[in-house]
Every structure is written in structure tokens, then in C-alpha cells.
């Protein structure tokens, strides 16, 4: 007697990948990959900075040069395309080739081809744009920020990623359970980049058009970043932030209320706008500086208690030399975290300032 047995039957189906173009902003470890507090561990606050010096060539005994092991077994890992094993939200969750993600990242690259299962590929392919792409004038070729989607990938943009690696290298125990404030968040881009990291963000900006664009943003990304269209004076926060961002927006302010579209009655003096800072943020205060840091230090520094600062170095953006740094509550636990997770993310930098 023969019996067949058809062991096709008993094989599991494999499932289908892709190839696609991806933002590399949006890359995330495993959670359970993570030895860190937070859960999603984002290779922008790995502390890659740049790529590994390597031998490139060895010699053979017969005086041919041949690339050295190292290097090929880098090759061979550069080859390799990473794997998306999941799509939370707009997270990109990488299980395999992180490596390569962050040596990417560290050479300047922004997007990288990777690969998706067809479910994946279906859910990132489906993102919503109808409403991004109707608003008027969104057709530019230039942007503020990024926009992490396919259609925008080539627009140029006015500021690069140095402040948004920084701040989450420097905010990389911290996240979940905590909430924060985006004082004048343009386009969203760093409040979508907080909430990703398990903040809950709340952004502020007076220019209705920048936050048309972050609420498209908001549908297209799947995230729910509260956005107020209001000035600074008139917003009225019903509790603290534990962490407050002031990214190259108190300069203005300070010193330009007087050239810029700012009705009397939102108009604030400096020592007011700090003070009203100082009362709203718990923890840290994040900022960046207009052209005359120094002056703007002093101010904060003089007129809060938010007395201990730490630079975060210099950055550049529409054609300004800037500073980029935070200043933290002396005596909060959280601002103890964040000293310490200083001292071990920045110590090699050369603006360190502990």
C-alpha cells in the first residue's frame, strides 16, 4: 500500500515583502531590544555621530591590495536591506539591519529602502494626504521641516536634524507618562517627533497657517497633538508641563514684537514671557536661541528658577548661527535624570558644559 502525503499542505504561507523608500526619522528598535527607560528606543537618540574609521585596504603576500575583512564584512552588512517587523502608528519598527540604519544616519542619508511585509506596506501606503495636499500653497518646494511622506520627499527644507537628535538623545530616559509644551510649533515637527516618544504634547503657534499644516500632519502621521492658534499671552495652560520646548521663538519675543504681525494686546516684556514660562514648566525648558544667545541666557537665567543650564552646542538654521541647550529646576527628580543622562550622552562633546 502507498500512502502520499502531500507535506505542501503543512508548509505555512510566507508572506510577501517590499521594497520602500522610508524616512529614517521614524525608525525605532524593538521595544523589547531597549535597555533604557523608554520604550521605543528612536536611532536618532542612539548617539550615533559618525561612522566608524576602518582600514580599507590590506596587502597580500602576493602585493595585491584586497579589501580588509572588516571592511567587507561592513559591505555585506550595508547590502542588507532593513526589515520592518511592525507599524505602530507612523513608527517604523525595525527588528533587523539597525545597524545599518544608524550607520546611514550617521553618513547624513534621510531615507533608506527597506523592507515591508505586504500588511505593512498596505497600512504605510494608505496614509491619508488628501487634506495635506489640498491646503493652499502646500505644493511649495520648500518647507521648514521635513515631511515624512513620499510626495514631499524632495522638497527642501530650511533646518536640518541636529537639534531634533540631540533633544531626543538628551530626553532618551524620559517619555512616557509625561507631557509637554510646544511653544510656537510652526509646522508640528518636534511635537510629532515628542509624541512618537510617548510624550503628550500640546503645541502653540499664532500663525494659522503653519497649523493648518500641522493638523493635516496630525491625520497623515495618525498622532493627536493638541494644537492651540493663539498667541503665547492668550494661551491658558490648566495645569504644568514637565517639559517646555522654546525653540528659536523667545528672540521674537523679546526683541521683534515690534516688526512683526503681534496685535498690542499679545505683546509681553521679556521678563513677563519668562516669568510665564517659569510658572508653566516643572522640569526642563528647552531652547534655542535667535542671533544673541548670550542675552537671552541671562534673561532666563535671572528671571526664573530654572537656574541650571546645560548646552546642547551650536546648531545653524536660515542662514543663523545659533545655541541650542536646557535649562532644568535644580532639585527635581526628573531634572536629576536628565543631568545624569547628560553627563553619559554628551560627555565626548566638545560643548559639554558639566
Known sequence: MVIRVDFRERLPRRPTVQTRLLPLDL??????TNDSAYSANSIA????????????????????????????????????????????????????????????????????????????????????????????????????????????RRARVCRD?????????????LGEGL??????????????????????????????NHLAVAWALNETYGLDVQFHNC????????????????????????????????????RMDPHAVVSKIDSMTKHALIWESGDEPEREKDIILSHSKLTRFLSLGPTKGTSMRRELGVFLRPGSEIAERLTEHYRTAFACEPWYSL
Not at 536634524?161 to 530616559?173: E, F, S, Y
Open 231 to 266: 498667541h503665547f499671552a492668550a494661551f491658558g495652560a490648566d495645569h504644568g508641563f514637565d517639559v517646555t520646548l522654546a525653540l528659536t521663538v523667545l528672540y521674537h519675543m523679546f526683541w521683534r514684537q515690534d516688526v512683526e504681525p503681534i496685535p498690542p494686546s499679545a
Open 179 to 208: 507631557n509637554c509644551c510646544d511653544i510656537g510649533c510652526n509646522m508640528g515637527w518636534m511635537s510629532h517627533h515628542l509624541q512618537r516618544q510617548g510624550f503628550s504634547v500640546t503645541g502653540v503657534d499664532y500663525d494659522e
Open 45 to 152: 537618540a542612539s548617539g550615533v555621530r559618525e561612522p566608524p574609521l576602518l582600514p580599507l585596504v590590506c596587502h597580500s603576500h602576493s602585493g595585491r591590495t584586497r579589501p580588509s575583512h572588516r571592511v567587507s564584512a561592513w559591505l555585506r552588512l550595508w547590502r542588507q536591506k532593513p526589515v520592518v517587523s511592525d507599524l505602530s502608528r507612523d513608527r517604523l519598527v525595525v527588528s533587523e539591519g539597525l545597524v545599518r540604519c544608524r550607520l546611514a544616519r550617521a553618513c547624513g542619508k534621510t531615507w533608506m529602502r527597506m523592507l515591508l511585509t505586504d500588511d505593512i506596506c498596505s497600512q504605510w501606503d494608505s496614509r491619508p494626504v488628501t487634506r495635506l495636499s489640498s491646503i493652499d500653497g502646500i505644493c511649495r518646494r520648500v518647507f521648514y521641516n521635513p515631511v515624512y511622506h513620499e510626495k514631499f
Open 27 to 32: 525608525v525605532f528598535a524593538p521595544a523589547e
Open 161 to 173: 536634524a541636529v537639534r531634533l537628535d540631540r533633544i531626543r538623545r538628551l530626553l532618551g530616559p
